[in-house]
């Protein structure tokens, strides 16, 4: 292989320019970060988007929250599921615009790297809720995000053989920073840096294949590990493969971080499940509009 190992600023170069976060991710960025920001603000994010709208009413009467009594308005969907959650379907909402593409490089088919973030953010916040509701939904967003890197490094994937035996055997995001100098990891970082997003998302989304190695802060550390077990979990659902597939390792002191055992992996596949096939729902409403 003849590829120069590269920095990340000249791999961005080769790619083009970093498109522009999404308006409406901006904006539910910023009420998330915003402690004034109001419910009332939230219900007319809402308001203007009927598939937004849906989406919220979809998630409240999923599996994943187990009402007896189904909820029928948004506004009713809005006070159960509070302000976290809104905010992160706001920003889960907007992400698909950015995700639901073809990804040839990754041998991802339209609407596959969505589905896989949707099911690595919603277990992540899973596996974190013991530790509070903050921490919860950082580790959403984290998820959601961890894979962003994909949409731009798959583009120098697409000339690449990775059938060939010197890409098996190995984890694919070790490949990728043997053969560029940087893994799609590093670049989706970068991408978040640059996006001003926090520094516990930007080291989670650095070191989600290698919790490890986050040792920036204690919280970033928390998110990284939650989002590499989840990650591994959702790919052994065969959601999000693609060519690098399960081609990655999963490090045990990951788990032994979060306190997660067998049963966690199968209480996880019970209850994010539904959560993916939600979303397909939401992508093919979101399409049928555009149609």
């Known amino acids: 292989m003849a590829f120069e190992h590269k920095n990340v600023d000249e791999l961005l170069r080769r790619v083009g320019e970093l498109p522009p976060m999404p308006k409406v991710a901006e904006k539910g960025l910023a009420l998330i970060q915003d402690p004034k920001s ?13 598939a937004l709208a849906s989406l919220v009413l979809r998630w409240v009467n999923s599996p994943y929250y187990g009402l007896i009594h189904p909820v029928a308005s948004v506004r009713q969907a809005v006070v159960y599921l509070g302000h976290n959650t809104i905010r992160s379907l706001i920003l889960a909402a907007s992400i698909a615009a950015y995700m639901d593409r073809a990804v040839p490089g990754y041998a991802l088919e339209r609407g596959e790297l969505w589905k896989h973030a949707v099911g690595v ?4 916040r899973l596996a974190v809720v013991r530790f509070g509701p903050q921490v ?10 961890c894979d962003i890197g994909k949409l731009a490094f798959e583009i120098l994937l697409r000339g690449i053989d990775t059938t060939r035996p010197e890409w098996r055997g190995r984890p694919f995001s070790e490949l990728e920073a043997e053969v560029f100098g940087v893994d799609h ?11 001003h997003l926090p520094e516990p998302l930007i080291e ?12 920036l802060s204690e919280r970033g550390s928390l998110l990284a590990a939650a989002v590499h077990v989840v990650d591994a979990a959702v790919m052994m659902m065969g959601v999000g493969l693609g060519r ?7 490090d045990p002191l990951a788990c032994e971080r979060l306190g997660w055992t067998e049963a966690n992996f199968h209480d996880l596949v019970i209850r994010v499940g539904p959560l993916i096939a939600e979303a397909e729902a939401f992508i093919q409403l979101r399409r049928s509009r555009q149609a």
């Open 244 to 250: 690098d597939g399960l081609q990655y390792a999963l």
């Open 136 to 145: 919860a939904e950082e580790a959403y967003h984290a998820g959601l995000l």
């Open 38 to 50: 109001s419910m009332a603000e939230l219900a007319d994010v809402l308001a203007l988007d009927e």
């Open 121 to 124: 953010a919603a277990g992540a």
């Open 185 to 195: 990891a590093t670049l989706g970082a970068e991408m978040a840096r640059r996006w």
């Open 204 to 215: 989670a989304i650095a070191c989600h294949h290698r919790p490890s190695q986050s040792t």
